[in-house]
């Protein structure tokens, strides 16, 4: 079991590429990260984003999705920490979806079973891609009881 991401857009820009990498080399399992990056609409706004959570939704099978959306539920470390093992112990995969320049639709938001918000703050989507990456390191330090985490 893993945790896999899906991304809409195109490949990490460079300095977010770094930054992803130096977290990734300290991820084991069940904590490590794979990314499958589906490619964004042509499209633009509503078309643009019913499209592109089809694509999303095809791809989700039976995992614990995760949706990362600024309106959704904002959480401390440990629980997220929390949130992320108990799928994996249950040797369920998880999915951790960031959506494109125009958010998911509801049909993706009815599917999660979490939608974590990191700020209402919107951020960009690829430095969501390296917090995202650096808080995974840090739930797996929380449930290894490491100190890189101090409440
Ligand atoms: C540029 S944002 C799109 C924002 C857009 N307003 C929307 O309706 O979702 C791209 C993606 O980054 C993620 N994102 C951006 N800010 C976020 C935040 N504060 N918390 C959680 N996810 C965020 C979401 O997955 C979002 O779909």
Redesign the pocket.
């Known amino acids: 079991m893993a945790i896999r991401v899906l991304a809409?857009g195109r490949k990490h820009e460079s300095w977010v590429s770094e930054g992803i990498d130096r977290y990734a080399k300290r991820l084991k399992k069940p904590f490590d990260l794979s990314w499958q990056l589906i490619a964004h609409s042509a499209r633009e706004h509503d078309a643009a984003?019913k499209e592109e959570s089809e694509r999303l939704l095809a791809r989700l099978g039976s995992d614990f999705v995760v949706?990362?959306?600024?309106?959704?539920k904002a959480i401390d470390s440990p629980t997220l920490s929390r949130t992320l093992l108990r799928p994996l112990e249950a040797s369920r995969s998880v999915t951790v979806?960031?959506?494109?320049?125009?958010?998911?639709d509801d049909q993706v938001h009815q599917r999660a079973d979490f939608v974590?918000?990191?700020?209402?703050?919107?951020?960009?989507?690829q430095?969501?891609r390296l917090i995202l990456a650096e808080q995974v390191y840090r739930a797996q330090e929380i449930a290894g009881g490491r100190s890189y985490h101090h409440e």
Do not use: K, M, T
Request: aromatic letters at 10%; proline letters at 7%.
């Open positions: 809409v984003r949706l990362l959306d600024e309106r959704g979806i960031i959506g494109g320049a125009y958010g998911v974590w918000s990191l700020s209402p703050l919107v951020f960009p989507h430095l969501v």
